[in-house]
């Protein structure tokens, strides 16, 4: 099993045992701490497209948790929330991240927050167009939910008409991908150890972004500016032509995303325009929502939801995206009982070609401390699209976590 | 002259008073509910940790813990602001709802998910919907306004022993799941001490039962116990006070959807 010590890691990992120091001796205020311990089991039907994957079964294990401390006049806090997988198959799958152990203090005017964490911005469900901050975690899930701890200092403020704040971000993560065993890639495994950066970026360059939110009465309003390093590399075959480089770009972009809650719709937009390279596009996504509470007397809430996508990069440029011109469409089924049964269909197709990529995800808790998860995941495409290099990795996982 | 001009004004304050005397039953049902909610005016701001318990027709029950922050409007016609912030079940932990209750109108509610870090502006049209899988419906939570009801008071009779007053309560909002409450507050403390509910169908479906009060200086009662029976399907569900804390420094801020990851 490989795994890559890079000093930030080292770091980080002297910052969890002085966490651990800190947090017993505060154990006073308000001090939680939560370990769980996940069993995964993935199995793809179908044979592997290339040389090399693994067939059939993966099976995996991660171990992750959540601490948190809050000071008695409740302006301190501590979070912290490691993750480390396991995975039987592939080497770059086992992996160790620091999801969040950041710092954050209130003072009378302003807010501060220090360390790695996990920022969200946006309101559609298929796609986040103007969600910059965190570097995915590709080799997780292809589905790009999850995210790489983002070193990061933010300074906050309210004001009167909205919440600022400001983001520096001194470090890039680089994104994760599927090893050479790993099913979920082209022809050509990413070669993790030999990532470019263009126009004088490097890991240590630095990022900035600027964020207001504001609500007004249906509306909630965000708008951003972020100038760095773009999270999605352009990959590029190496001169052997044996694995991709991974090159991070420079990106400059502003975005907004607005949802407006009327009655039981919700109507979303995102829409960013980027300078990434030397190419100027825009990416957007359009959405509404409508939930049908109590569907027939049945204790059940269904939400519909469809989403138009668009995306007019220059693939030959820029960093490849599989949502050019797409459409969502997806539901939710909220059972409101005692185990907060939870079902989430949704596919995406490409209005052009036809490419689908559809999902199935059902969870429940099982007793107080465990929950149980399936998610289904089916690909179908053209061969001449990029997403047929997923065609034979259709799959079925199941997941059981047990909480302490 | 003189003597003619006041016996006019006698004769017209005679009257006026005659007519205040006759209190309409609405108007005794309003004033009643109005002392009892006018009891818990200026508590400012409030931090109650709750222990939650569904049990449902076979017996079999499940406990969640969470805190519930609220900030008080002392406008009676604006609704308070509140957080409920969950620390059990354990897959839930972190998950917050904030709430901007309204008086007619839907409230603005938000959820926290900690899994995504993401805040979602969610639809709040569903007053009637379970709250967190339980027996209390949204509704139910935040209802203690005033202006959320038309009230006529119906008899004097006793609980348990104890004399109170039988009000019928109909929901002026709109989205509602019920179309009329009983409720019954005491004579002594003027205090909620039970509500029924009627369904769209007019039957009595659900019970509320607050118990153990506590004073938490001057006007201000809490029950430690409220539990809801649920008549057609035999669950039901017990909110127990774990520690009430009021007059704590909480700052609007903190009440606003931006807030929300930073809990």
Redesign the interface.
């Given at each position: 099993m490989k795994m890559n010590l890079n000093p930030l890691r080292l770091v980080s990992f002297k910052i969890i045992v002085l966490f651990v120091m800190i947090s017993s001796s505060a154990f006073a205020s308000d001090f939680?701490f939560?370990p769980?311990v996940t069993t995964e089991f993935r199995y793809f039907p179908e044979s592997p497209a290339y040389d090399g994957q693994l067939e059939y079964f993966q099976p995996s294990v991660y171990f992750s948790g959540?601490a948190?401390w809050i000071s008695k006049d409740r302006k301190k806090?501590l979070r912290f929330e490691p993750f480390l997988r396991v995975d039987v198959q592939d080497d770059e799958r086992s992996h160790f991240d620091v999801r969040e152990l950041n710092y954050?203090q209130?003072f009378s005017n302003f807010?501060l927050?220090i360390g790695n964490?996990?920022?969200?911005w946006?309101?559609a469900e298929s796609r986040n167009v103007v969600d910059v901050i965190n570097q995915f975690d590709e080799v997780e899930n292809s589905d790009e939910?999850d995210k790489l701890g983002q070193p990061l200092i933010r300074f906050g403020k309210?004001t009167d008409i909205?919440?600022f704040e400001v983001y520096y971000l001194p470090y890039f993560r680089e994104r994760t991908f599927p090893g050479g065993d790993g099913r979920q890639r082209g022809p050509l495994p990413v070669d993790l150890d030999n990532a470019k950066y263009d126009e004088g970026r490097e890991e240590w360059a630095g990022d900035f972004a600027l964020r207001y939110?504001?609500?007004i009465g249906q509306f909630?309003i965000g708008i951003h500016v972020f100038t760095g390093t773009a999270r999605a590399p352009f990959l590029k075959s190496n001169e052997e032509g044996t694995s991709l480089l991974p090159i991070y770009q420079k990106l400059t972009q502003g975005g907004v995303d607005i949802?407006r809650?009327w009655?039981?719709?919700?109507l979303k937009l995102e829409v960013v325009i980027a300078d990434q390279s030397g190419d100027n596009f825009i990416s957007n996504v359009l959405g509404l929502e409508y939930?049908f509470?109590?569907f027939s007397d049945s204790?059940i809430?269904i939400g519909i939801l469809f989403e138009g996508l668009y995306d007019n990069r220059d693939e030959n440029k820029t960093a490849s995206t599989l949502f050019e011109n797409d459409i969502f469409a997806g539901a939710r089924f909220t059972w409101?009982?005692?185990q907060?049964s939870e079902l989430l269909l949704g596919t995406i197709i490409d209005w052009e070609t036809g490419s689908m990529f559809s999902s199935i995800e059902y969870e429940r808790?099982i007793g107080?401390?465990m929950?149980f998860e399936v998610e289904a995941q089916y690909f179908l495409a053209q061969d001449s699209e990029p997403l047929a290099q997923f065609e034979r990795d259709s799959n079925l996982t199941l997941r059981l976590?047990r909480?302490y | 002259m003189r003597k003619l001009f006041s016996n006019i004004i006698m004769i017209g304050l005679l009257t006026f008073s005659s007519f205040a005397n006759a209190e309409t039953s609405q108007e005794k049902g309003f004033r009643i509910a109005a002392q009892s909610d006018r009891m818990d005016k200026g508590f400012g701001t409030s931090i109650a940790r709750l222990t939650m318990t569904l049990t449902n027709s076979a017996g079999d029950s499940t406990k969640r813990e969470l805190e519930i922050k609220t900030k008080e409007k002392p406008n009676e016609n604006v609704g308070d602001k509140s957080v409920t912030f969950f620390f059990t079940p354990p897959d839930v932990e972190g998950t917050a709802l904030l709430s901007h209750s309204k008086i007619l109108d839907s409230d603005d509610q938000w959820l926290y998910l900690p899994e995504l870090a993401r805040v979602k502006r969610i639809s709040s049209s569903n007053k009637s919907g379970p709250f967190v899988g339980s027996e209390f419906a949204f509704e139910d939570l935040t209802a203690a306004e005033l202006g959320k009801y038309s009230y006529e008071w119906l008899e004097d009779t006793t609980l348990e022993d104890l004399k109170v007053d039988k009000i019928k309560q109909i929901p002026l909002y709109q989205r509602s799941g019920y179309t009329y409450l009983i409720a019954y507050i005491d004579k002594d403390i003027n205090q909620l001490r039970k509500i029924e509910f009627f369904n769209r169908g007019g039957a009595h479906f659900k019970t509320l039962t607050q118990s153990e009060f506590k004073n938490y200086g001057g006007t201000i009662y809490r029950p430690m116990v409220q539990q809801m029976d649920n008549h057609l399907t035999g669950k039901s569900t017990t909110l127990r006070v774990e520690v009430y804390e009021f007059g704590i420094e909480l700052n609007e801020n903190e009440f606003k959807s931006s807030a929300l990851s930073q809990l």
């Amino acid at each position: 099993m490989k795994m890559n010590l890079n000093p930030l890691r080292l770091v980080s990992f002297k910052i969890i045992v002085l966490f651990v120091m800190i947090s017993s001796s505060a154990f006073a205020s308000d001090f939680s701490f939560t370990p769980s311990v996940t069993t995964e089991f993935r199995y793809f039907p179908e044979s592997p497209a290339y040389d090399g994957q693994l067939e059939y079964f993966q099976p995996s294990v991660y171990f992750s948790g959540e601490a948190r401390w809050i000071s008695k006049d409740r302006k301190k806090r501590l979070r912290f929330e490691p993750f480390l997988r396991v995975d039987v198959q592939d080497d770059e799958r086992s992996h160790f991240d620091v999801r969040e152990l950041n710092y954050s203090q209130r003072f009378s005017n302003f807010d501060l927050l220090i360390g790695n964490a996990q920022i969200f911005w946006g309101v559609a469900e298929s796609r986040n167009v103007v969600d910059v901050i965190n570097q995915f975690d590709e080799v997780e899930n292809s589905d790009e939910t999850d995210k790489l701890g983002q070193p990061l200092i933010r300074f906050g403020k309210f004001t009167d008409i909205g919440r600022f704040e400001v983001y520096y971000l001194p470090y890039f993560r680089e994104r994760t991908f599927p090893g050479g065993d790993g099913r979920q890639r082209g022809p050509l495994p990413v070669d993790l150890d030999n990532a470019k950066y263009d126009e004088g970026r490097e890991e240590w360059a630095g990022d900035f972004a600027l964020r207001y939110q504001h609500q007004i009465g249906q509306f909630d309003i965000g708008i951003h500016v972020f100038t760095g390093t773009a999270r999605a590399p352009f990959l590029k075959s190496n001169e052997e032509g044996t694995s991709l480089l991974p090159i991070y770009q420079k990106l400059t972009q502003g975005g907004v995303d607005i949802q407006r809650t009327w009655d039981a719709w919700l109507l979303k937009l995102e829409v960013v325009i980027a300078d990434q390279s030397g190419d100027n596009f825009i990416s957007n996504v359009l959405g509404l929502e409508y939930t049908f509470f109590d569907f027939s007397d049945s204790g059940i809430d269904i939400g519909i939801l469809f989403e138009g996508l668009y995306d007019n990069r220059d693939e030959n440029k820029t960093a490849s995206t599989l949502f050019e011109n797409d459409i969502f469409a997806g539901a939710r089924f909220t059972w409101n009982d005692f185990q907060e049964s939870e079902l989430l269909l949704g596919t995406i197709i490409d209005w052009e070609t036809g490419s689908m990529f559809s999902s199935i995800e059902y969870e429940r808790r099982i007793g107080e401390n465990m929950k149980f998860e399936v998610e289904a995941q089916y690909f179908l495409a053209q061969d001449s699209e990029p997403l047929a290099q997923f065609e034979r990795d259709s799959n079925l996982t199941l997941r059981l976590t047990r909480y302490y | 002259m003189r003597k003619l001009f006041s016996n006019i004004i006698m004769i017209g304050l005679l009257t006026f008073s005659s007519f205040a005397n006759a209190e309409t039953s609405q108007e005794k049902g309003f004033r009643i509910a109005a002392q009892s909610d006018r009891m818990d005016k200026g508590f400012g701001t409030s931090i109650a940790r709750l222990t939650m318990t569904l049990t449902n027709s076979a017996g079999d029950s499940t406990k969640r813990e969470l805190e519930i922050k609220t900030k008080e409007k002392p406008n009676e016609n604006v609704g308070d602001k509140s957080v409920t912030f969950f620390f059990t079940p354990p897959d839930v932990e972190g998950t917050a709802l904030l709430s901007h209750s309204k008086i007619l109108d839907s409230d603005d509610q938000w959820l926290y998910l900690p899994e995504l870090a993401r805040v979602k502006r969610i639809s709040s049209s569903n007053k009637s919907g379970p709250f967190v899988g339980s027996e209390f419906a949204f509704e139910d939570l935040t209802a203690a306004e005033l202006g959320k009801y038309s009230y006529e008071w119906l008899e004097d009779t006793t609980l348990e022993d104890l004399k109170v007053d039988k009000i019928k309560q109909i929901p002026l909002y709109q989205r509602s799941g019920y179309t009329y409450l009983i409720a019954y507050i005491d004579k002594d403390i003027n205090q909620l001490r039970k509500i029924e509910f009627f369904n769209r169908g007019g039957a009595h479906f659900k019970t509320l039962t607050q118990s153990e009060f506590k004073n938490y200086g001057g006007t201000i009662y809490r029950p430690m116990v409220q539990q809801m029976d649920n008549h057609l399907t035999g669950k039901s569900t017990t909110l127990r006070v774990e520690v009430y804390e009021f007059g704590i420094e909480l700052n609007e801020n903190e009440f606003k959807s931006s807030a929300l990851s930073q809990l």
